[in-house]
């Protein structure tokens, strides 16, 4: 095993912040993966998995190991009439993946295009937009355990699916590094538009019977226009969780503000929609040297060009506090902090 020394993350996360590791290496199969798990310098280090990148800000130098998966491929399993049975390896770029699965009529990830990262990503936090989350489509993990290098395969309930959230971010973190991904998709889709933004973009396209294919496109229309390009401007989509609070809660804000903006959740809560908490608290499009708020989603932090991690999280901190004092609601970090 190749142990970089000093390697720069700046292109490898989509933060882009300056920071390196003390070392870096790559692994594209699960032998290259225990080799590297049972060399004796892994046994003393820290390491960190990483995908694409783009769910993780670095607040300073990592004193370890960053172990970047590059395991790529994508092969059906199993197909008849209706489902298709896709597995696809934990390196490959997510968007491709929803590509691949578009282009052939495969219905189910459609309202997940164009976002970041890599497939082997997706099931940690369970990643969700425009009414479908991952858990919808996901029939199991294949993942390697660290300790004894082991492969173990998670069923979509064992994976403990909730919102942003999974067993791998809960009781498994740290112990498993997820191999491949197994989706059941529909050969004859029925298309989910049911989530606002998105029917009225269709709309304005003037498409009354959208395809899959119109639905992803009508996506990657809505995002191209609200979220950064992290090409351009360094960000990891939304930094923040939507929070979940009581009816009680909710009914309380709702008669200070009438015009928060609140999706359904389970029985007895309400999730709020937390971009439309920090418009409120006076944070859309502010900027702190080249930390910021998006100008277009305040739920989105950017990186103008030079700002440090630390720089990014301060922004972050001060954010919760003033979202705390006006609404008495505390707002949750989606962002793996390092
Ligand atoms: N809003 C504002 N101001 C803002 C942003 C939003 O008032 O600056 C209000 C608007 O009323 C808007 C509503 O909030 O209609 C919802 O906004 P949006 O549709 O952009 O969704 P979101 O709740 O802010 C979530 C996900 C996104 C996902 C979208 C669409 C989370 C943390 N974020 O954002 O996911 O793309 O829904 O489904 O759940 C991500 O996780 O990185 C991500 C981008």
């Given at each position: ?17 300056r ?15 225990k ?6 310098e892994?046994?003393t ?8 990148g783009?769910n ?20 059906v399993?199993k197909?008849?009439d ?33 976002i ?8 940690i ?9 991952l ?8 993942a ?14 064992e ?19 997820i ?19 998105l ?12 395809t ?7 996506v990657?229309?809505?995002?191209s ?6 090409d351009k401007?360094?960000n990891a ?5 939507n ?5 009680e809660?909710?009914?309380t ?17 309400t ?7 920090i418009?409120q ?7 702190i040297g ?11 932090l950017?990186n ?5 991690g630390k ?15 006006k609404?008495h ?7 793996n902090i390092?």
């Amino acid at each position: 095993m190749t142990l970089l020394q000093n390697y720069p993350l700046q292109d490898i996360t989509t933060f882009h912040a300056r920071v390196f590791a003390k070392y870096y290496t790559v692994f594209s199969s699960a032998e290259f993966l225990k080799k590297i798990l049972s060399s004796p310098e892994l046994k003393t280090k820290p390491f960190i998995i990483l995908g694409g990148g783009s769910n993780v800000l670095f607040t300073g130098d990592f004193n370890g190991v960053i172990i970047r998966n590059a395991m790529e491929g994508i092969e059906v399993l199993k197909e008849d009439d209706s489902d298709v049975f896709i597995k696809a390896y934990a390196g490959e770029k997510w968007h491709d993946f929803v590509l691949y699965c578009v282009h052939r009529n495969y219905g189910g990830v459609e309202n997940l295009s164009l976002i970041p990262g890599t497939v082997g990503a997706g099931p940690i936090q369970n990643i969700g937009a425009y009414g479908v989350e991952l858990k919808d489509v996901l029939v199991e993990v294949e993942a390697m355990d660290v300790h004894t290098l082991e492969v173990k395969n998670f069923s979509n309930v064992e994976c403990k699916f909730g919102y942003r959230d999974s067993v791998f971010k809960n009781q498994e973190k740290g112990n498993y590094i997820i191999m491949s991904v197994t989706f059941k998709l529909k050969k004859n889709p029925q298309v989910n538009v049911s989530y606002g933004t998105l029917s009225k973009e269709l709309e304005q396209m003037g498409i009354t019977n959208p395809t899959i294919k119109d639905v992803s496109n009508a996506v990657i229309r809505i995002r191209s226009s609200k979220l950064p390009d992290p090409d351009k401007i360094g960000n990891a989509g939304s930094f923040f969780k939507n929070p979940v609070i009581s009816n009680e809660q909710f009914e309380t804000i709702k008669s200070e503000h009438p015009n928060v903006v609140s999706f359904p959740a389970t029985e007895g809560f309400t999730k709020l929609a937390a971009g439309w908490l920090i418009e409120q608290a006076g944070w859309k499009g502010k900027r702190i040297g080249d930390a910021g708020v998006h100008e277009h989603q305040a739920l989105v932090l950017v990186n103008y060009g030079d700002a440090t991690g630390k720089e990014i999280l301060d922004l972050s901190d001060k954010i919760i506090q003033s979202v705390k004092e006006k609404f008495h609601v505390e707002l949750e970090r989606e962002v793996n902090i390092f």
